[in-house]
């Protein structure tokens, strides 16, 4: 186990760490400072003399690297990344329910989960350390940065294994809500059951035929939207957007799907609808891939973590909660 940061936390994140490859006895140390290591080691991008020269490395004893120091194996070092400027994600974090173990929260869209690529600061881990004073919240599961929705999380690390576990058991029911085109066609309820795959790197996830079953998800329909719905926010640039995406769509009707997903794959939901042909309103990925500005938000995806409800593993109490948004969901403020 790696030993304790010496860097406290900045802006509720953790402090980066990096350890050097354990020593090859049968060959010489390939770097000869820990400079030279560490600009192999991070991307070019990262001005790795600068933070040299600003003492911003330190090792486990909280002392500056420094350019010239002998490489040595199996050292840890750690840092704070630089962060880029970020642009503030509209929308409220509501807290559904707080206790001394679990906080739930109601997500808007477009704010990641987890400090993660260019969205640190504006991530819901990040921002509510700060504004809850729980330097150790983290997520129990996570949410695609375009869904909206509840979110569980731990207050401390200790409370998250007995939560986790109940995730990996499939023990916890969770309930989404899609907007997406109506197709009378389409005999409702389903099962849709495949096999999801995504690579390291790539955008979209794809089903890969006859191979083994690890992705389902029940599919229903639970009403047409009525047309004065769409359209009461055209002017705020959220829900209108949904009319649009219909007639794209080749489709003048929409709907509101329930989805119980019983499997967690990456992107799962959008992928199975858009299999079905009624692609998630506002989806950037499926089944298209379409050039969105990562800090566009005007245009929701119509995906709501609806409800979760499970068995406390801690205390045996049954827990249900429900989001406080609905679809159609509007652009934010």
């Known amino acids: 186990m790696p030993p304790p940061s010496p860097l406290p936390a900045r802006h509720g994140l953790d402090a980066a760490r990096l350890r050097t490859p354990d020593r090859d006895r049968s060959a010489p140390d390939p770097w000869p400072t820990m400079g030279a290591w560490l600009r192999h080691r991070l991307p070019e991008h990262v001005d790795v003399p600068g933070m040299l020269a600003q ?117 916890v029911d969770k309930t989404y809500r899609a907007l997406a085109p109506l197709r009378p066609d389409l005999e409702l309820p389903v099962v849709v059951r495949n096999h999801i795959r995504k690579e390291r790197g790539t955008w979209c996830a794809e089903v890969v035929p006859g191979a083994r079953v690890n992705a389902e998800t029940l599919v229903e329909l639970e009403r047409e939207v009525e047309a004065d719905e769409v359209e009461q926010d055209v002017d705020g640039g959220g829900a209108s957007g949904c009319a649009e995406a219909g007639r794209v769509a080749g489709v003048d009707r929409l709907a509101v799907y329930r989805l119980t997903p019983r499997t967690g794959r990456t992107h799962q939901l959008r992928l199975h609808l858009a299999g079905l042909g009624i692609p998630i309103v506002g989806d950037p990925l499926y089944p298209v891939v379409r050039d969105v500005p990562v800090d566009d938000f005007r245009h929701p995806l119509q995906l709501l973590a609806a409800e979760v409800a499970f068995t406390d593993p801690v205390d045996g109490r049954h827990r249900e909660f429900r989001s406080v948004r609905s679809l159609p969901l509007a652009a934010e403020d």
């Open 55 to 171: 003492e911003r490395f330190v090792d486990e004893g909280g002392r500056a690297v420094r350019d010239a120091d002998p490489y040595a194996p199996a050292r840890y070092v750690w840092f704070h990344r630089d962060l880029r400027d970020e642009p503030v994600v509209p929308g409220t974090i509501h807290v559904v329910h707080r206790d001394a173990r679990l906080v739930v929260v109601d997500k808007p869209p477009f704010l990641s989960t987890i400090p993660r690529g260019g969205h640190v600061m504006q991530s819901v881990v990040v921002r509510l350390r700060a504004e809850l004073g729980l330097p150790e919240l983290s997520p129990l599961h996570r949410l695609d940065r375009v869904t909206s929705g509840l979110l569980m999380l731990a207050t401390e690390q200790r409370w998250r294994g007995a939560y986790q576990s109940a995730f990996e058991r499939r023990a």
